[in-house]
Each structure stands twice: as structure tokens, then as C-alpha cells.
């Protein structure tokens, strides 16, 4: 209780200062009140939707066959018109208007991940590339040790969409601050090739900066072969990342 004491006197002191300010300047981004109630059916939608294929199958789900899904589902309701609409400017809109400054990886909201180019990581719920992916994990574990695990992998653009419209809702509408974590469906480098790493038992706190406080990312800086794509103040306006290798 003694952080929330702490949170408490800090929005104590942030309110006052606001008072005080003349005016309060921000170029955040929040759901618009036209967007909220597609919003909210959506990650209702998807959240079905991973319970009924899985959380492992999940991270593979191509668009279509999720739309089939809730189509055709008995406990489920297909997508609606309005609830379409707003996954596409979800997927198609420039990101630039939210301070993100990456590059477009993916071209269509149905592009689909080929289960034959991938394999599952045992005991982690995830799935790699075969290949370069894969064989950089296995290095990775060999050099560092089995202390270090996936914690992230292939996410399709389905996954990626539930991670980042989540991320929206946990922060309250603003669309700007989600994009610093949770990038949106057409920007993650987890449709193909990059993951993240952990240390093992750690759970959420992997996914925090305290990561870059282990042993396990210590190690994982001094190997030539690989690198951190979302480095301190990175120019894709993404927050630090020490877990997120990159491979592409
Ligand atoms: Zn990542």
C-alpha cells in the first residue's frame, strides 16, 4: 500500500500544478466517442474468439478464419458492419498521428501466417519462424542459458490487434501512449521474425525495464549475433525494450 500512498501524493501534486498551469498542451490521441462502442464489441469479439481456438493458436489465427469463427460459432455473432469498419482504420490508419514513427510490415489486414513456416516453442505457448528465428532462440539459450526463455513469438495480425486494442483500454482511450508498447496490427515485428525473451518465472515483470536488470539480459547484450530493436529513445517512438530481440 506504501506505492499507492506514494501514487496518491504524486497525483495530489500533479493535479495542483495543473490547476496552476494556464493551459495543459497535449497531442495524445484518444478514442473518439464514435469509435467506443465498436471498440469495446471487438475485444469482446476477440477474446472469444482466442478462448474458443486456444491461446497457442491464437498467436497464428489468421483474419478470415477469424471472422468464420464468429460467423459460424453458436455461442458467437458475426462482426458487424460498424465493427468491421473500425478494425480496418484500426489497421489501416498512418500511426504517425499517434507519435509512432515505425515502418508498415504488413500490407493487408488477411495476410495470413503459413503454419508449415513455423514451429511450436515447447512450454511457452508460442510459435517461431523455422529458420533464422528459430535457430537464433536455440543459440540464444545455448550462450545464455535455460533460464532464458520466449515469452513472445509469431503473433498474427489478429493477436496483434487484441494485444494493441487491450493496451488502448488499460490506457484509459489514449491511443498515443498504447502505440509506446503495444504497437498497432500493421506495425509488429512479431508478424515476421522478431520475439521476446525472459527470465524464466519471472512472468509480467519481463516485460517491464526492470528485465535489463538480470544477468539473463546482461549476457544477452555481449552476443555479436544478435540486437535490441527498441534501444533508449529509439527513433520508432517505442518505449525501451530489452527483451524484444530483433531479427529482421
Ligand atoms: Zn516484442
Given at each position: ?178 502505440c509506446r508498447s503495444l504497437v498497432p496490427p500493421a506495425y509488429s515485428y512479431h508478424s515476421n521474425g522478431d520475439f521476446d525473451v525472459g527470465k524464466k518465472g519471472w512472468g509480467h515483470q519481463n516485460f517491464t525495464a526492470n528485465f535489463a536488470r538480470t ?34
Amino acid at each position: 500500500m506504501v506505492r499507492r500512498e506514494f501514487l496518491g501524493v504524486m497525483g495530489a501534486t500533479l493535479a495542483t500544478s495543473f490547476a496552476n498551469a494556464d493551459e495543459v498542451i497535449s497531442n495524445d490521441v484518444w478514442l473518439r466517442d464514435d469509435q467506443k462502442a465498436s471498440f469495446v464489441s471487438v475485444i469482446k469479439k476477440l477474446n472469444n474468439i482466442e478462448k474458443i481456438v486456444g491461446y497457442g493458436k491464437y498467436n497464428l489465427l489468421p483474419f478470415d478464419e477469424a471472422l468464420k469463427i464468429a460467423k459460424n460459432h453458436p455461442k458467437m455473432e458475426a462482426f458487424t458492419k460498424a465493427e468491421l469498419a473500425y478494425i480496418e482504420e484500426v489497421f489501416y490508419a498512418d500511426p504517425i498521428i499517434y507519435g509512432f514513427h515505425g515502418k508498415r510490415v504488413c500490407d493487408s489486414l488477411t495476410t495470413a501466417i503459413n503454419e508449415k513456416d513455423v514451429i511450436k516453442i515447447s512450454n511457452t505457448g508460442h510459435y517461431l519462424f523455422r529458420g533464422h528465428s528459430h535457430d537464433s532462440l536455440n543459440r540464444i539459450i545455448k550462450d545464455v542459458g535455460n533460464s532464458l526463455v520466449l515469452t513472445s513469438g509469431v503473433r498474427s495480425i489478429v493477436k496483434q490487434l487484441s494485444l494493441h486494442l487491450e493496451k488502448i483500454q488499460s490506457e484509459n482511450g489514449n491511443i498515443t501512449i498504447a502505440c509506446r508498447s503495444l504497437v498497432p496490427p500493421a506495425y509488429s515485428y512479431h508478424s515476421n521474425g522478431d520475439f521476446d525473451v525472459g527470465k524464466k518465472g519471472w512472468g509480467h515483470q519481463n516485460f517491464t525495464a526492470n528485465f535489463a536488470r538480470t544477468e539473463e539480459f546482461w549476457s544477452l547484450q555481449k552476443l555479436p549475433y544478435i540486437s535490441m530493436r527498441y534501444t533508449i529513445g529509439n527513433s520508432d517512438g517505442v518505449r525501451f525494450e530489452p527483451w524484444h530481440v530483433k531479427i529482421v
